[in-house]
């Protein structure tokens, strides 16, 4: 029997590059991003099988074109890591950029309903499937000037229960993994490529690695098809909330 096949978006970087690392031996790879130099770097690297698709989540036909020109042996996926999702921005309401408003929205919810309407409908055919959520912290709790980006993340917890409500009847399994502090790309985008403010998100206390959340997934996913691993909330120690951190060393 051929090994099943799993697509995550967001594999250029992060927890998708950490969770195609991981699953590479267990799994027939999908791995998706923007950035196509970083996927076929990644790809000589795994050791599994493995496909490319190189768009952006943002972009609806885009999303729909590039998998439904993967090859008929590869339409069937057995597992969708939504995974792709940006933060861009930490500022009050009023001060906020629409750009990054738009990017935010545009990535974290419209994207990751265009990835799931574009694999869901062969999963509901063949009655099995799992979809896992990358979610946050941010979508359990609201924290100061981060309006939007919470409220996305909001949305992606509405629309995780949403779909294990509808897809029930189906078989498919739907999991939130809602990471806290997670040392990444993550602040570099969300501060523009300040790197030197990314790297005081991190100081002072042992952030989570994006190899701490793919063990995660690949936990979750090594459950038996009768127990599904619903909503997941893993953070570092060090963190008790959004805005508490025992940066005992500061």
Same mark, same amino acid.
């Given at each position: 029997?051929?090994?099943?096949?799993?697509?995550?978006?967001?594999?250029?970087?992060?927890?998708?590059?950490?969770?195609?690392?991981?699953?590479?031996?267990?799994?027939?790879?999908?791995?998706?991003?923007?950035?196509?130099?970083?996927?076929?770097?990644?790809?000589?690297?795994?050791?599994?099988?493995?496909?490319?698709?190189?768009?952006?989540?943002?972009?609806? @036909?885009?999303?729909?074109?590039?998998?439904?020109?993967?090859?008929?042996?590869?339409?069937?996926?057995?597992?969708?890591?939504?995974?792709?999702?940006?933060?861009?921005?930490?500022?009050?309401? +009023?001060?906020?950029?629409?750009?990054?408003?738009?990017?935010?929205? @545009?990535?974290?919810?419209? %994207?990751?309903?265009?990835?799931?309407?574009?694999?869901?409908?062969?999963?509901?055919?063949?009655?099995?499937?799992?979809?896992?959520?990358?979610?946050?912290?941010? %979508?359990?709790?609201?924290?100061?000037?981060?309006?939007?980006?919470?409220?996305?993340? +909001?949305?992606?917890?509405?629309?995780?229960?949403?779909?294990?409500? @509808?897809?029930?009847?189906? %078989?498919?399994?739907?999991?939130?993994?809602?990471? %806290?502090?997670?040392?990444?790309?993550?602040?570099?985008?969300?501060?523009?490529?300040?790197?030197?403010?990314?790297?005081?998100?991190?100081?002072?206390?042992?952030?989570?690695?994006?190899?701490?959340?793919?063990?995660?997934?690949?936990?979750?996913?090594?459950?038996?098809?009768?127990?599904?691993?619903?909503?997941?909330?893993?953070?570092?120690?060090?963190?008790?909330?959004?805005?508490?951190?025992?940066?005992?060393?500061?």
């Amino acid at each position: 029997m051929s090994q099943p096949i799993a697509l995550i978006t967001g594999a250029t970087s992060g927890i998708g590059e950490a969770t195609a690392r991981l699953l590479t031996n267990q799994y027939r790879l999908i791995i998706c991003g923007r950035r196509k130099d970083r996927l076929e770097s990644l790809q000589a690297e795994l050791a599994g099988e493995s496909q490319i698709l190189s768009f952006d989540v943002r972009d609806k @036909d885009t999303v729909f074109t590039a998998i439904n020109s993967l090859p008929e042996e590869w339409q069937k996926v057995d597992v969708l890591i939504n995974n792709a999702g940006n933060a861009h921005g930490l500022d009050l309401i +009023h001060d906020g950029n629409t750009d990054d408003w738009d990017a935010m929205i @545009d990535i974290n919810v419209k %994207g990751l309903l265009y990835v799931s309407k574009a694999v869901l409908l062969v999963m509901v055919s063949r009655k099995k499937g799992h979809i896992i959520n990358i979610s946050s912290i941010a %979508g359990l709790e609201v924290y100061p000037k981060g309006n939007v980006y919470c409220a996305s993340k +909001h949305a992606v917890d509405a629309l995780t229960k949403g779909m294990r409500m @509808d897809l029930n009847e189906h %078989g498919i399994k739907v999991t939130s993994i809602d990471p %806290g502090l997670v040392e990444t790309e993550f602040s570099e985008v969300r501060f523009k490529g300040d790197s030197e403010k990314a790297e005081q998100v991190y100081k002072n206390y042992k952030p989570l690695t994006a190899h701490d959340v793919a063990e995660t997934i690949e936990f979750v996913l090594s459950r038996p098809a009768h127990v599904m691993i619903g909503d997941l909330l893993i953070l570092p120690t060090d963190q008790a909330s959004s805005t508490i951190v025992n940066k005992k060393n500061q």
